[in-house]
């Protein structure tokens, strides 16, 4: 940014102007100002590039006369005087957890009061469309300069936080590179959808393992129809909360707590049963009430399908 500094100058002694616009002409002559530490600095306004010289700065315009950039001259060349921190439309040439981007042009004079700088400044942001999706903890390079910890606020980004195709906004805090915008949870292509699985008989269960290495973010059960019964045909599929505890033998009310529930590890998905009498549901019949004959373990079989929100 352009600083103006005034130092106040003398007049001459006895002055007494004839006028108040000679007054304050006078003032106007007595003043003396720096632009950015250049004493008596000038301003050149031209399209075209002019010759160096430490005493101007250049006010870049287009052939229209709209004004572009303000220059400073710093080691015999012409350079941005107000600082270009946002660098957008750039593209990942890195791998997968490791990004770059090149051919970023980097002003010489970068620090907010136009004085020379080298490297990354912090405050700088740069936008870039990934080529890799992210499966583990990543960095970021800009040109040679050496490679940062990407970070979302002050932790390591984790799998999926990138996905490949899209763009993601990045700020150079000083010290690390943040991820402004990551994608929200984890990659939709990390997911697991098991093979069927026998119901589990009355206080036993049934384990699945899954490869995700990592508590999913959700995860959804179903259970499929291999026997006709209360109108379900087989190939239906149907929730466990369609299914309550029968303690009686399909004698007692419908109203009961759930027969299924599950749990979920990093490694493996575990359906359980309830100690229900016998090897009897009660279960809600295909497009209405609970039915009133019970359904067994044997006429179903169960799945679960586990992945990452995108």
Same mark, same amino acid.
């Given at each position: 940014?352009?600083?103006?500094? #005034?130092?106040?100058?003398?007049?001459?002694?006895?002055?007494?102007?004839?006028?108040? !616009?000679?007054? #304050?002409?006078?003032?106007?002559?007595?003043?003396?100002?720096?632009?950015?530490?250049?004493?008596?600095?000038?301003?050149?306004?031209?399209?075209?590039?002019?010759?160096?010289?430490?005493?101007?700065?250049?006010?870049?315009?287009?052939?229209?006369?709209?004004?572009?950039?303000? +220059?400073?001259?710093?080691?015999?060349?012409?350079?941005?005087?107000?600082?270009? #921190?946002?660098?957008?439309?750039?593209?990942?040439?890195?791998?997968?957890?490791?990004? !770059?981007?090149?051919?970023?042009?980097?002003?010489?004079?970068?620090?907010?009061?136009?004085?020379?700088?080298?490297?990354?400044?912090?405050?700088?942001? #740069?936008?870039?469309?990934?080529?890799?999706?992210?499966?583990?903890?990543?960095?970021? !390079?800009?040109?040679? +300069?050496?490679?940062?910890?990407?970070?979302?606020?002050?932790?390591?980004?984790?799998?999926?936080?990138?996905?490949?195709?899209?763009? +993601?906004?990045?700020?150079?805090?000083?010290?690390?590179?943040?991820?402004?915008?990551?994608?929200?949870?984890?990659?939709?292509?990390?997911?697991?959808?098991?093979?069927?699985?026998?119901?589990?008989?009355?206080?036993?269960?049934?384990?699945?393992?899954?490869?995700?290495?990592?508590?999913?973010?959700?995860?959804?059960?179903?259970?499929?129809?291999?026997?006709?019964?209360?109108?379900?045909?087989?190939?239906?599929?149907?929730?466990?909360?369609?299914?309550?505890?029968?303690?009686?033998?399909?004698?007692?009310?419908?109203?009961?707590?759930?027969?299924?529930?599950?749990?979920?590890?990093?490694?493996?998905?575990?359906?359980?049963?309830?100690?229900?009498?016998?090897?009897?549901?009660?279960?809600?019949?295909?497009?209405?009430?609970?039915?009133?004959?019970?359904?067994?373990?044997?006429?179903?079989?169960?799945?679960?399908?586990?992945?990452?929100?995108?």
């Amino acid at each position: 940014m352009i600083t103006l500094t #005034f130092t106040a100058g003398t007049l001459p002694p006895n002055f007494c102007p004839a006028t108040w !616009q000679l007054t #304050f002409q006078a003032f106007v002559n007595a003043l003396s100002a720096t632009v950015n530490g250049l004493d008596n600095a000038q301003i050149l306004v031209s399209s075209s590039t002019p010759a160096i010289s430490t005493n101007y700065l250049w006010l870049q315009i287009s052939g229209g006369g709209t004004p572009l950039q303000l +220059y400073r001259a710093s080691g015999g060349v012409w350079v941005p005087n107000q600082p270009t #921190f946002f660098f957008p439309g750039l593209t990942d040439i890195g791998v997968a957890n490791s990004y !770059q981007v090149t051919s970023v042009t980097i002003p010489v004079s970068v620090n907010p009061d136009g004085t020379p700088a080298t490297g990354l400044v912090a405050g700088m942001t #740069f936008v870039f469309l990934a080529a890799h999706s992210n499966t583990a903890a990543s960095t970021f !390079q800009v040109n040679a +300069y050496t490679l940062q910890t990407l970070l979302v606020g002050s932790a390591a980004t984790t799998a999926g936080q990138i996905v490949a195709g899209n763009w +993601y906004l990045v700020l150079y805090d000083g010290a690390h590179f943040q991820l402004l915008n990551p994608s929200f949870g984890y990659l939709l292509t990390t997911k697991f959808v098991s093979a069927l699985s026998a119901v589990p008989v009355a206080g036993a269960n049934t384990s699945v393992p899954h490869p995700l290495a990592q508590l999913p973010s959700f995860c959804n059960v179903w259970l499929r129809c291999v026997n006709n019964n209360n109108g379900w045909v087989t190939g239906d599929i149907v929730s466990p909360d369609a299914f309550v505890r029968d303690d009686n033998g399909g004698g007692s009310s419908v109203s009961g707590t759930p027969a299924l529930y599950w749990q979920v590890t990093t490694t493996a998905f575990t359906l359980f049963q309830k100690n229900c009498a016998g090897t009897v549901f009660k279960v809600i019949i295909k497009g209405g009430d609970y039915a009133g004959v019970a359904t067994l373990e044997t006429d179903w079989q169960f799945y679960v399908s586990m992945g990452y929100v995108p």
